[in-house]
Every structure is written in C-alpha cells, then in structure tokens.
C-alpha cells in the first residue's frame, strides 16, 4: 500500500497534468494573432506519407496577424495549400509561387465570446479532472485508514492536504483560463 506521502504527491503530480493538458488545449485556441501552434495539426502529403508540417516548411510570424510558410522543397508547395485547406482553421493561404502567407482574419466580438465560452468548456474539463484525482487520492487515504496504514489524526491531516492541493490546482487553472479569455477579449 502507498503511504499518505505518496498518495498525495501523486495527486499533486496529476493535477500538475491537468494544468499542462488545458495549457495546450486552450494554446489551440486562435485569439486573433498569429501564431505558429495554428498549423500544429496539419498534415501534408509529401511523397505519399503524411507529414506534420512544420517537418517541411518552415513557419514564421512576419507580422501580428499573418503566418509565412515556406516550403523546405518547392515542389511541396501545392500539397502545403491544399493541406491548410482541408485542415478547416478557416483560414485562406495565398501561394504567392514560393511561399504561402496566411492572413488572420481580425476576430469579431461574438467569434470572441464563442471562444470565450470554449475556453470556460475547458476549463470545467481540467476542474473535473482535477475534482477526480481528489477523490481517487480521498479514496486510498481511506483504504489506507481502513487497513490501518495510518491513524486517524494522520488520515485527516492527509485529507487536509489534498483538499489544499485541490483548491491550489484549481486556481491554477482558473487562472490559466483567465489569461486565454484576457487574450482573447483584448
């Protein structure tokens, strides 16, 4: 059986994740800026296999709201547009014959508040997660009191600490959510 010690750094570890995992997800979360993170999830066919993008061309960020893609190979470029194409970001690439410049469409203030209401999703995703490693850690302190791994005082002071670090780890998360919708809003 795992000591209260363990038990409650294992559940700082996974809340920790939580944290991490709405990072990502919420970095996926286009505020009306370029940014390079846009084009992760496309794929471009180069010779037959699907290949990540940022494997062939190179992406910069030339001004605030347009990404330039520039193929390693030239001859990839048609197979870049189409990919950006059919990835559905609801963005248009102009090929200009030696690169593809992506303009971000300046965000409405209703495209703004839908985004808004993603991110608070995400951010009920990440605090559920975060409300279940607290119950799977509550639930092996008590196993662990039942069988007598340690005492009541013990136990309780245990409890104690993993109810902190779930009020911890959800304000880490709210405060993760509320930069994004600051981004997003400004």
């Known amino acids: 059986m795992a000591t209260g010690k363990q038990i ?13 995992a709405l990072r990502r997800t919420l970095a996926d979360i286009r505020a ?3 940014n390079a993170s846009l084009l992760n999830g496309v794929k471009v066919d ?8 940022n494997q062939v061309a190179s992406i910069t960020i ?14 990839s470029l048609d ?3 189409k990919a950006i194409y059919a990835a559905n970001l609801g963005l248009t690439p102009q090929n200009d014959g030696s690169a593809i410049r992506i303009l971000i469409p300046q965000l409405t203030e209703e495209r703004r508040k839908e985004l808004v209401k993603d991110v608070k999703a995400e951010l009920e995703k990440a605090k559920v997660a975060v409300r279940n490693v607290r119950r799977e850690a509550m639930d092996d302190l008590k196993k662990g009191n039942k069988d007598g791994d340690f005492n009541d005082d013990e136990f309780h002071d245990l409890e104690k600490k993993v109810q902190t670090e779930t009020d911890n780890g ?13 981004e997003l809003m400004g």
């Open 8 to 20: 409650l750094n294992e559940a700082k570890d996974k809340m920790a994740k939580s944290g991490d």
């Open 32 to 34: 009306g800026r370029a």
């Open 46 to 53: 180069y010779y037959g296999a699907p290949t990540p993008l």
């Open 62 to 75: 030339p001004e605030a709201r347009q990404l330039l893609v520039t193929p390693y190979d030239e001859s």
């Open 79 to 81: 197979n870049i547009e």
């Open 170 to 182: 959800i304000k880490n998360l709210e405060n993760i959510a509320a930069d994004k919708e600051k």
